[in-house]
């Protein structure tokens, strides 16, 4: 039976708010600077790596800074607005509405890129599959697999954090608890608008399957390699389950030339 699927407002009609909103779940504002660095190291690994997709990529976090990096990226997402809002700000980027579940997309990449536990949001078996399996067989050379490390979470607990921009202040109360193997998450945002100082109160909620090592190296079969396990953006820092705040897998195709880039 089908897991009953909760799309979680922040990536659709609250799109615009998701820098808001990513900088409060991750506690720092704007890391994608680092995570883009990261990304560029990663890449500075393989010689063969031009064409890159970003599977989730939201509204460009990540692929917008590539593009500028001379890299022709593709971003992937089911959400149109947020497709929607990174052609706003960068009209090479190419784009591809489409649900990893019923991907369609028959190109090559050199690399694939699923960041911000973006592959987490397939809850089925099935659906998963099928997404491994395109991953793939359209990745020539390297796969990043970025997700939170739900090791270190309590099984239920709550919290609050907060983030502002020009316009914003962005209180986010979060509620989250494990049901078996897949992590419910309620969102209650509290936007205060910094000029007229109105609020607003919006409900959100998501519900994702994280996956552990074991399982992604299953999925991505006997052709790709984990050539890099890292704890966050970073690649001197190994994951450790206990302290790691993410679970970052790199993956590179065998028949390519080996090389570990853990260093
Ligand atoms: C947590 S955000 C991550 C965005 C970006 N990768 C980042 O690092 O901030 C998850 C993104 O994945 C997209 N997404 C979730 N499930 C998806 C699916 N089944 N198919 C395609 N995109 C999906 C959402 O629309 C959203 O933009």
Not at 176 to 194: A, M, N, P, Q, R
Request: charged share 25%; with cysteine.
């Amino acid at each position: 039976m089908k897991s009953t699927l909760i799309e979680p407002r922040i990536h659709d009609d609250l799109a615009e708010f998701y820098t808001l909103w990513r900088d409060a779940c991750l506690g720092k504002k704007a890391s994608e600077s680092e995570e883009v660095k990261f990304l560029l190291d990663i890449f500075a690994s393989s010689s063969k790596i031009k064409t890159i997709i970003d599977l989730g990529g939201s509204a460009g976090i990540h692929a917008i800074p590539l593009v500028k990096h001379g890299f022709d990226v593709t971003l992937l997402d089911k959400s149109k607005i947020a497709l929607n809002i990174a052609k706003r700000s960068c009209s090479q980027l190419k784009l591809v509405n489409e649900s990893f579940e019923a991907i369609n997309l028959n190109q090559n990449f050199d690399s694939s890129i699923c960041m911000m536990s973006s592959h987490t949001y397939l809850l089925d078996n099935i659906d998963r599959e099928l997404f491994y399996d395109w991953v793939k067989k359209y990745t020539n050379d390297l796969v990043v697999f970025d997700q939170l490390n739900i090791h270190r979470l309590p099984k239920s607990y709550s919290d609050n954090c907060q983030a502002e921009d020009r316009h914003f202040l962005f209180n986010v109360l979060r509620e989250w608890h494990f049901e078996e193997d897949l992590l419910h998450t309620s969102f209650v945002y509290e936007f205060i608008d910094k000029a007229s100082e109105a609020t607003k109160i919006i409900n959100d909620a998501q519900v994702q399957r994280f996956l552990s090592i074991e399982e992604l190296i299953k999925y991505m079969g006997k052709q790709w390699r984990v050539v890099a396990l890292l704890g966050d953006f970073n690649l001197k820092q190994a994951f450790d389950q206990e302290n790691s705040p993410r679970m970052i897998a790199v993956f590179k195709r065998v028949s390519s030339k080996q090389t570990q880039i853990l260093t």
